[in-house]
């Protein structure tokens, strides 16, 4: 069970205003963002089997689904209140794969990938707090993590911070075989 509770401060009594219950799973979700100047909050859950975000008002009667769709949020990497925008880890079409996308926090729309739709592997961002600025990090199996800095929202590299160029030569020199995943059906409609 998770909850969100007020106390105050000159009487003491604390007023439960939202409880997120799940008899099979148990997260701990002890920091939550307060959105609105304090009229909602933000807040992770897998109330709908997937790991989403969630705005819940003060009094905690609204409970409103802002990252809908089949997949989980990994992260959420910056609020941005002002244009709207939840900057968010996901992986909506492939499980081996981790990109940055951007949400709208009212619920509407598609998640839109940050970045170049040609890089593969797994994408970690460093989001400024104005959400204009991103340090970039990626990486593949085989190729070693390289650092850009990006302008968010679309993810236009400005420059190469650490290109590894050394350690990618040396492993580009190796002779190895080409990575691929596969999926296998383990029976009972898993994979």
């Not at 007020?6 to 997120?20: S, W």
């Not at 148990?26 to 920091?31: K, N, T």
């Not at 709207?84 to 709208?104: H, I, K, M, Q």
């Amino acid at each position: 069970t998770n909850q969100v509770q007020l106390g105050n401060a000159d009487t003491g009594a604390i007023h439960t205003i939202f409880v997120d219950k799940d008899d099979a799973w148990l997260d701990d979700m002890a920091r939550y963002v307060w959105l609105a100047g304090g009229k909602g909050l933000f807040w992770l859950s897998e109330r709908d089997g997937w790991r989403h975000a969630y705005y819940v008002s003060r009094d905690g009667k609204d409970v409103r689904l802002m990252t809908p769709g089949n997949y989980d949020v990994m992260s959420v990497d910056a609020i941005d209140e002002k244009a709207g925008l939840l900057y968010v880890t996901a992986s909506p079409d492939n499980a081996t794969t981790r990109f940055e996308y951007r949400v709208r926090m009212d619920g509407t729309g598609t998640p839109e990938r940050v970045g170049p739709a040609t890089q593969t592997g797994v994408h970690r961002y460093d989001v400024s707090p104005t959400s204009r600025w991103a340090f970039h990090t990626f990486s593949t199996l085989d190729t070693p993590p390289q650092t850009e800095l990006v302008r968010l929202p679309g993810g236009d590299t400005v420059r190469s911070l650490a290109p590894n160029t050394a350690l990618r030569a040396k492993i580009d020199a190796l002779s190895r075989k080409r990575v691929d995943y596969t999926t296998l059906d383990i029976g009972g409609g898993g994979t």
